[in-house]
């Protein structure tokens, strides 16, 4: 059975650090590109930040840009995200997605549309004080 747990949510003030982490059981994600999704209360989920397969290739939401930083440990088929500089409206349940459909395959397109993602963890909630 193929797992992504997430972990490293939290309620922070304004201003404050979270390292979010994803890490994959069941199979490898080493070979495809991964990403972060967000959702809040009342709202679709949205793309956060995509990672691709080699770590070389990073995107981001123009939101989180400069200050949330995506990477992955394919030794252990971890992912990360850093997010510094939290701000309220920064608050939401954070997914890790990860797709096994094309190997080597990194475009921007593709892995910012959530229906690419056929593995999805169950979330962490980020709560930022104001």
């Known amino acids: 059975q193929v797992q992504l747990v997430e972990s490293g949510g939290g309620l922070v003030q304004t201003g404050a650090n979270l390292r979010l982490s994803c890490v994959a059981s069941?199979?490898?994600?080493?070979?495809?590109?991964m990403a972060w999704f967000r959702q809040a209360p009342g709202k679709e989920r949205e793309f956060v930040a995509a990672i691709s397969w080699s770590g070389t290739t990073t995107y981001y939401a123009d939101a989180v840009k400069g200050r949330y930083t995506i990477s992955r440990d394919n030794n252990n088929d971890a992912m990360y995200l850093q997010m510094n500089s939290l701000k309220p409206e920064d608050t939401a349940v954070y997914y890790c997605?990860?797709?096994?459909?094309?190997?080597?395959?990194?475009?921007?397109?593709?892995?910012?549309?959530?229906?690419?993602?056929?593995?999805w963890g169950q979330g962490t909630q980020v709560t930022v004080s104001p």
């Open positions: 069941g199979r490898t994600f080493s070979e495809y590109s």
């Open positions: 997605a990860g797709e096994a459909s094309r190997p080597h395959y990194d475009g921007w397109h593709y892995l910012k549309n959530p229906s690419t993602h056929g593995y």
